[in-house]
């Protein structure tokens, strides 16, 4: 049961990321995009920061069930809040606008772009599982960003089951050990200060009026360098190559590694978002698909990872891999353009995106 229960809880938990994905480009433009979508990263990163904290401490008053009962008791709250949730698909709504006028006057012959047409079973199996995996496997621009979220992204869950062990070396106990987590926490508000410069940057390309989906991702160039100092730092501080220093020494290491996890998530995830924009959710349906199965193995190679090299070796190799991180941002500055407008999905979907919406500042 506990396997069913597991396996039910990860299907279910994938649904959100893909479904905000395309409500957020229907209901806002390019400029609060920007605000959105960061938020959304933040408050997701934030949660599972908390997690192995209020985990550890209920688990010690309470027991390990109430871990899950309480998870039940929010969950249930928020499916409660969630049934008034309405229609946001432009299309959707245009076609239900349509039907009624239609119903309550004598026109008969009105007709609209419906990029979302569903005539059969079978297109309903080709838009929800054929084409997030096409999206995965034929566009490079969705294989790149699905590999490097993925990896960053579990590394949070990494360090769920080797944070704790780490820092008992160090003298805290299990409950203490778990605090350092906020440190990541307190990382990712620092993600709100590449915003301004974003706006900064939309701002002259809006007088220009030559706005480019790659001006959003000046923040990757942030994160990637931020997530190979903060992974080197974290390495070089931790037994048993450091001993004798003081736990908040590693611990504040932890910082920029909440900063890039979390700004690699949301540049990464906007520009699917702008690039994408119709297709939005097929391929927020791939990134999430791989960062499932990245952030579900993550927790069961950690100790045979940090336990049979030790400590150092294992964080060595993951700061050597951002390390690599660090040369993407430049590529994709000079590639990804070109690889857009060769897509023919990023194509359609702008076509589509221009027949039924309007931006508006």
Same mark, same amino acid.
């Given at each position: 049961?506990?396997?069913?229960?597991?396996?039910?809880?990860?299907?279910?938990?994938?649904?959100?990321?893909?479904?905000?994905?395309?409500?957020?480009?229907?209901?806002?433009?390019?400029?609060?995009?920007?605000?959105?979508?960061?938020?959304?990263?933040?408050?997701?990163?934030?949660?599972?920061?908390?997690?192995?904290?209020?985990?550890?401490?209920?688990?010690?008053?309470?027991?390990?069930?109430?871990?899950?009962?309480?998870?039940?008791?929010?969950? @249930?709250? *928020? !499916?409660?809040? +969630?049934?008034?949730?309405?229609?946001? #698909?432009?299309?959707?709504?245009?076609? &239900? %606008?349509? /039907?009624?006028?239609?119903?309550?006057?004598?026109?008969?012959?009105?007709?609209?772009?419906?990029?979302?047409?569903?005539?059969?079973?079978?297109?309903?199996?080709?838009?929800?599982?054929?084409?997030?995996?096409?999206?995965?496997?034929?566009?490079?621009?969705?294989?790149?960003?699905?590999?490097?979220?993925?990896?960053?992204?579990?590394?949070?869950?990494?360090?769920?089951?080797?944070?704790?062990?780490?820092?008992?070396?160090?003298?805290?106990?299990?409950?203490?050990?778990?605090?350092?987590?906020?440190?990541?926490?307190? @990382?990712? *508000? !620092?993600?709100? +200060?590449?915003?301004?410069?974003?706006? #900064?940057?939309?701002?002259?390309?809006? &007088? %220009?009026? /030559?706005?480019?989906?790659?001006?959003?991702?000046?923040?990757?160039?942030?994160?990637?360098?931020?997530?190979?100092?903060?992974?080197?730092?974290?390495?070089?501080?931790?037994?048993?190559?450091?001993?004798?220093?003081?736990?908040?020494?590693?611990?504040?290491?932890?910082?920029?590694?909440?900063?890039?996890?979390?700004?690699?998530?949301?540049?990464?995830?906007?520009?699917?978002?702008?690039?994408?924009?119709?297709?939005?959710?097929?391929?927020?349906?791939?990134?999430?698909?791989?960062?499932?199965?990245?952030?579900?193995?993550?927790? *069961?190679?950690?100790?045979?990872?940090?336990?049979?090299?030790?400590?150092?070796?294992?964080?060595?190799?993951?700061?050597?891999?951002?390390?690599?991180?660090?040369?993407?941002?430049?590529?994709?500055?000079?590639?990804?353009?070109?690889?857009?407008?060769?897509?023919?999905?990023?194509?359609?979907?702008?076509?589509?995106?221009?027949?039924?919406?309007?931006?508006?500042?």
């Amino acid at each position: 049961m506990i396997y069913i229960g597991r396996f039910i809880t990860g299907f279910a938990s994938a649904v959100p990321s893909v479904v905000i994905a395309g409500s957020v480009e229907d209901m806002f433009n390019a400029k609060r995009r920007i605000w959105i979508v960061v938020l959304w990263n933040v408050g997701t990163t934030m949660g599972l920061c908390f997690g192995p904290v209020y985990a550890s401490y209920i688990t010690a008053a309470a027991g390990w069930k109430w871990v899950f009962y309480s998870a039940g008791i929010v969950t @249930g709250v *928020l !499916f409660v809040a +969630l049934i008034a949730i309405k229609e946001s #698909r432009p299309s959707i709504l245009l076609g &239900r %606008k349509i /039907e009624q006028i239609q119903k309550n006057t004598t026109i008969t012959d009105l007709e609209w772009h419906n990029p979302d047409n569903l005539p059969s079973m079978r297109s309903l199996v080709d838009v929800v599982v054929v084409r997030p995996f096409t999206l995965l496997f034929t566009e490079p621009l969705v294989m790149i960003i699905a590999t490097i979220s993925a990896i960053s992204w579990g590394i949070i869950y990494l360090f769920t089951e080797s944070l704790t062990p780490i820092f008992k070396t160090m003298g805290l106990s299990r409950t203490q050990s778990t605090l350092t987590f906020l440190a990541i926490a307190l @990382g990712t *508000l !620092f993600t709100m +200060l590449p915003r301004f410069w974003d706006m #900064r940057v939309a701002r002259a390309r809006r &007088r %220009k009026q /030559e706005a480019l989906h790659e001006d959003k991702i000046m923040g990757f160039a942030f994160a990637a360098p931020a997530l190979a100092i903060g992974l080197i730092w974290f390495t070089l501080t931790i037994p048993p190559f450091a001993k004798g220093l003081h736990w908040i020494v590693p611990t504040l290491s932890l910082v920029p590694i909440g900063f890039a996890v979390n700004e690699l998530a949301y540049t990464l995830s906007g520009y699917l978002s702008d690039s994408y924009l119709l297709y939005s959710a097929s391929a927020f349906s791939g990134l999430a698909f791989v960062r499932a199965i990245i952030s579900g193995l993550m927790p *069961l190679i950690a100790n045979a990872m940090y336990e049979g090299l030790n400590a150092n070796i294992a964080s060595g190799i993951l700061a050597a891999l951002a390390t690599v991180f660090c040369v993407v941002p430049w590529v994709f500055f000079k590639y990804s353009r070109r690889l857009r407008q060769r897509s023919p999905f990023a194509r359609f979907s702008l076509d589509a995106h221009q027949r039924t919406q309007v931006e508006q500042d």
